[in-house]
């Protein structure tokens, strides 16, 4: 490819909106344009990279059992209904009407439609396993789109969804698709690491999600150095950390005017955080609830709601919260509280308090020396919190370490959530009726590709892994009116494009660091320059992207050198 042919027009200038590397980067580079808010424009490098990265994804998926099909993107609203996702996904739903009023929704996910037609056609035992297959575009009316390709309105995704007999069957098809989403990341180059995960939206009994390792990451998850244990904070199990134990003491009122905040009240009474008892008030759905945690902790909303089941968590009001304690936030606590019915959930650290400290319900005033179970009851002692750098590992014990990361596939075990609501049945062998156990995988191509970008960058550019470059090299003649340097560019040029090498030649009449810029920010693994060295030595520098030294090789020597570093 000649890079005046090659539509890729880069930018000086970072995009104003642009607030993540990945999306600086790709725009500047020519990979994408913006068309609205969340929707983007692969342009011809992008969907170079994309290409690559779908054949390895396809790879994997056939060689591990997998048929790819294609599936509408529009999907009726009946099979949402019959599965009861229609009125509860919420409004992330593209939501549309035919000329008939029919009621349709562009697709976010595919569980409903894949169902529907395995369905149709699997009666037997005989028919399973099933694995089938897409890579397809996804739509989710996000309420803020950001961060370019890693949280937009339309991406491309591929999703897998197996099908068995029974658990047995399916924990296999999971451990097969976890190991190929392992195969897969590896031969993109990335670094990345699987964690336990929540299954969100999706549901199901059992999740992980691979994570690319970023510090720009929107997600935040805990791993041991010493074992394999991996979570997302969302659902890392939390070990109580209480242990000393004091004489319990009896409660008493002390006044603490102006003093509404944890660190207000902690310096106030000169106790460490850890001594209070934090709070809090959530509406969930049409109910108010409490929850109590050690002051120097933190809800995870996600571990309460699989506490208290609900379609709708969210923070109580400053009314509500009167409504109940009879008096405003800052001076609440949980004594009195299962008294008036309201459901109190409590972290298991809260269960060893000794002589804590905790809101009076009263303006001006907190209560001392209070202790679980003599001073206040509580609905149900759960793991409730967000766990922390430094805590124990769940599985060996040793101190946890704490990075970011990005998401760019996701393994679920669906189980029969979908074949009940759907009525997805099958008979045995003894010709019972018995439920198809599903399990759904996916992988958000787009996204992937904005994660390696997020994660192998420099102030220059973008630093491609070659399996997924555009391009694998880019050939400089430092001056194309130079008849000897370019022809000599011309002619490693053809010897390497012959040799299944993707090559491009910058045949632009620019100055030789104009072209190493661009080099440099679109991202091409390896930088061939030909210049007067060659017509001296006949030798030309090779640079290596990821490194910032360049080195001479002689001409005969190239292609082995490229297809060297090529197969790293």
Request: net charge negative; aromatic share 8%; proline share 4%.
């Amino acid at each position: 490819m000649y890079f005046s042919k090659l539509y890729t027009p880069t930018l000086r200038e970072v995009p104003a909106e642009a607030e993540v590397i990945s999306h600086k980067l790709l725009v500047r580079a020519g990979y994408i344009r913006k068309s609205s808010s969340g929707v983007y424009m692969y342009l011809p490098l992008a969907q170079r990279v994309l290409q690559k990265i779908s054949a390895i994804i396809r790879e994997e998926m056939n060689q591990a059992g997998g048929m790819e099909l294609m599936l509408p993107i529009i999907q009726p609203s009946e099979l949402w209904l019959e599965s009861g996702r229609w009125n509860v996904y919420g409004k992330e739903l593209f939501r549309l009407n035919d000329r008939h009023n029919r009621e349709f929704c562009l697709g976010p996910t595919h569980e409903e439609i894949i169902t529907d037609l395995v369905r149709m056609d699997v009666s037997s035992y005989r028919h399973l396993p099933l694995m089938l297959y897409q890579i397809q575009n996804k739509y989710r009316d996000e309420r803020r789109p950001r961060f370019g390709l890693l949280r937009g309105r339309e991406f491309i995704m591929k999703d897998l969804y197996s099908f068995d007999r029974d658990q047995a069957g399916l924990d296999e098809s999971y451990a097969i698709m976890y190991e190929a989403y392992t195969e897969i990341f590896t031969k993109c180059g990335l670094d990345f690491r699987p964690v336990e995960a929540d299954s969100g939206a999706i549901g199901g009994s059992g999740s992980h999600e691979f994570m690319v390792i970023a510090d720009s990451g929107e997600a935040a998850i805990v791993y041991c150095p010493a074992c394999n244990y991996a979570a997302n904070v969302e659902i890392a199990p939390c070990l109580p950390q209480n242990s000393k134990k004091d004489n319990i003491l009896p409660a008493y009122k002390k006044a603490t005017p102006g003093m509404t905040t944890i660190e207000e009240v902690a310096k106030f009474l000169n106790l460490p955080s850890q001594k209070l008892i934090k709070t809090i008030f959530y509406q969930a759905d049409e109910k108010i609830i409490a929850v109590l945690v050690r002051g120097d902790r933190t809800v995870n909303d996600i571990k309460l709601q699989r506490v208290h089941p609900c379609d709708n968590l969210e923070m109580a009001s400053h009314e509500q919260i009167t409504s109940v304690t009879g008096c405003e936030a800052g001076y609440v606590g949980p004594v009195g509280l299962c008294v008036k019915d309201t459901e109190v959930y409590a972290d298991l650290e809260i269960k060893d308090m000794v002589n804590a400290v905790c809101g009076a319900n009263e303006e001006g005033f907190h209560l001392l020396q209070v202790n679980p179970g003599i001073d206040f009851n509580v609905t149900k002692y759960e793991d409730i919190r967000q766990i922390e750098k430094g805590e124990p590992c769940p599985k060996c014990g040793i101190p946890l370490d704490l990075a970011r990361g990005i998401e760019v596939g996701q393994v679920f075990k669906l189980g029969t959530k979908y074949s009940e609501s759907l009525k997805a049945t099958f008979l045995d062998e003894k010709g019972q009726e018995n439920y198809i156990i599903m399990g759904c995988y996916g992988i958000g191509v787009s996204r992937t590709m904005a994660a390696a970008v997020e994660q192998n960058y420099d102030e220059n550019g973008i630093i491609w892994p070659v399996q997924i470059a555009p391009y694998h090299v880019v050939i400089v003649p430092v001056s194309v009116s130079d008849q000897a340097i370019w022809t000599a560019a011309l002619d490693i040029y053809k010897e390497l494009s012959s040799a299944g090498v993707e090559v491009v030649i910058d045949d632009r009449d620019e100055r030789a660091g104009v072209k190493f810029k661009d080099a440099d920010l679109i991202g091409f693994p390896i930088r061939i320059t030909v210049g007067k060295k060659y017509i001296e030595s006949n030798q030309v520098e090779v640079k290596k992207r990821i490194e910032k030294e360049h080195f001479n090789v002689s001409r005969n020597n190239i292609l082995s050198t490229v297809k060297e570093i090529i197969a790293r």
